[in-house]
């Protein structure tokens, strides 16, 4: 069983709609969980970053922690063209940037 | 502020053949980490450096890969000899103290195919 496990998609949805991503993993060590963007032939960035249970809102992004049912989420309102891009969860057991496990990536469009 | 450079950006080579990567840092950035990124998967490290020694290099594949940073700042990853499953993007990421939490800033990749 992978450490995480992501739906690798592709997601297609209409301009405007709201979108939800997700993540399950195993580890229940996991304390640090991340939302990375990917686009084509680019190395990802970070968006959000969540702490342990919760949620965290930033603009249009929500990122959405269930430590009991060890799942993530990251949702999307008012989708636009320009989110269309590859999101990858990722977690880790420390606050510092070492050892950040991925997930594979769920490719996200968005239809003008 | 300059971003993580890295080079070559596209790399076509025979199987059993060598090959180099080379990354520079966002200045200032004390850790360096390598990154390899199978088409379909996550990102997975493969070494992390802090200043110009090593933190985890656990998933490097030591008989084939090796990774040096001498002076603390650019890093160079080699393959040799080459294999088929090496056929990835090769990502350099730097973070530094303070950053937020997770914080990793890539480069754009190096893109290796292997014939």
């Known amino acids: 069983q992978k450490e995480v496990e992501q739906d690798p998609g592709p997601l297609s949805v209409p301009e405007g709609a709201i979108v939800s991503l997700n993540c399950t993993y195993s580890?229940?060590?996991?304390?640090?969980f991340m939302w990375y963007r990917q686009y084509s032939r680019k190395g990802p960035e970070l968006l959000m970053y969540t702490y342990s249970s919760g949620n965290k809102e930033d603009g249009r992004f929500t990122a959405q922690v269930d430590k009991s049912s060890k799942y993530i989420s990251l949702f999307i309102r008012d989708s636009q063209p320009s989110d269309s891009a590859t999101y990858l969860c990722a977690m880790s057991r420390y606050s510092s940037a070492s050892k950040i496990i991925f997930g594979s990536g769920t490719r996200l469009s968005i239809r003008p | 502020e300059a971003g993580v450079a890295q080079s070559p950006r596209y790399k076509i080579i025979e199987k059993r053949q060598s090959v180099a990567f080379w990354c520079n840092p966002i200045s200032g950035h004390a850790t360096l980490y390598w990154y390899q990124q199978i088409l379909g998967q996550g990102p997975k490290l493969l070494i992390q450096f802090q200043n110009n020694g090593v933190v985890d290099d656990s998933q490097l594949p030591k008989d084939r890969f090796s990774a040096e940073r001498l002076k603390g700042v650019d890093s160079t990853l080699k393959i040799q000899p080459a294999k088929l499953e090496d056929s990835a993007v090769y990502l350099c990421a730097s973070s530094f103290l303070g950053g937020r939490t997770g914080e990793l800033f890539f480069g754009e990749g190096s893109r290796l195919t292997v014939l």
């Open positions: 580890n229940s060590a996991f304390q640090y």
